[in-house]
């Protein structure tokens, strides 16, 4: 079963109390009621024996019988307001001495109840009263005058008494307890307002609510609501601004990187349709130039692969002819800028690496290219490319006067601008594979080592 709000707990609860009250105080009034009417029955019948006590008083004391019959028959036949149906007199040791009956006993004399000196037993069996007293206080042995006295019309007051007391305090208390679950239901208005303002879905905003109340405590709470309310309103605002922008930022970059990192093997694309055009008809150059085509259009498709989805390592293995490709790749540049460019492979031969040949090919590609821009013309480019049983490792030297700012910030991962695009990328993509990387000042210039995790791969037989 479920349980039921705090917001309806209250008020019941609240209604709850004040029925029980009332009935606690119904049933006090209705214990109040039965005593007076006990007192009254007692004060009657002590009356009456009062002065039947006196009119008999003379016969008992002569121990004469038939007189006693006599005056308790006279008495029978004489009443006034109250009806009395059996009258005795009782000895000490609890003998009938005098009996006389209006009508044949609904019950019998009860002797063994006579203890005391005077007193009344209600009887509801016969709806009457049994009361007795010493005819003399001085003389107990005179005996005991006992009446039984009709009280049915007292007994029936009593019950319809009772009765009216009893329907007129449960309306009394059910009307006290409505009124008191609406009194609390609308002291609890602002607290139910504002659950139901918390409890709003998450496609709804929250709402600031009017405060309209005189109780400083619910003021002061309600304020702090509509405060809280419009701190949230303002954060989602900002946080919505501040992803919007992230996500412009995000796509320039993206752009930038894409329109840099497609530049790159075009430009080697270039290198290869100039040399066929020249040495067309050698067949080691068509063979040459078209494989490196064809790989650079492979770096263009991994390109644009990685613009649409999530770098996922291991779908091209590394080879020694994706290093070889870095010196035609940078050919052009290094023609224009009047630099030599050396590159060195070890321990790849003719297998493959257990890296992502796209990957590497890129961060080889950029710190070549920085390297060239970097050295004055004339200078000579040194690349290594060295494979182990677990890692490869990669450097590049160049002459230039070292690193600036931008470019080493770039390397850091810091922020980069637009001549830093490009070892933003190395950065990252050295970061996803989880290698190293360290920038040596040399006496001639700068190196740049790089260490990738992952060795010579076996071919499947």
Known sequence: MPRLPLTARIPL????????????LISLALHGVSRQFDRQVANLGQVYLDGLSAAILPSVRTGDREQMVEVLNRALDTHLGVVDRTLAV?????????HVARYPEVEPVPLASFAEASGTLVSPRSE???????LDDQRPALGTLVANLDV??????????????????????????????????????PIISLTEALRAGPEDRLRTMRVDTTDPELRELLSAYNWMAESVVQREALTERNARIEREAVLGRMSAALAHEVRNPLGGLRTAVQTLRQFGERADVRAESLGFIERGVEALQAVVDASLRTFRPGIAQLHEADIADIRLMVGA????????????????HEQRLALPAGAVRQVLLNLVLNAIQASPPGELVLVFARARRDALTLHVADSGTGLPPAARRALTGGPTDGDGMGLGIVADLIKTMQGRLRVTRTAKGTRISVRLPGGPREEAS
């Open 128 to 134: 009457g009263v049994w009361t007795w007293r010493l």
């Open 333 to 348: 540049q290094a023609s224009r800028g009047g630099v030599r460019v050396e590159l060195h492979c070890e321990g790849m």
């Open 152 to 189: 049915s019309d007292f007994l029936r007051q009593r019950e319809e008494l009772a009765l009216e007391l009893g329907l007129v305090g449960l309306a009394i208390s059910l009307i006290g307890a409505v009124l008191c679950y609406g009194m609390a239901r609308r002291l609890q208005r």
């Open 13 to 24: 609860a609240v209604s709850l109390l004040f029925l029980v009250i009332s009935a606690a």
């Open 90 to 98: 009782v000895t000490e040791d609890h003998r009938l001495l005098a």
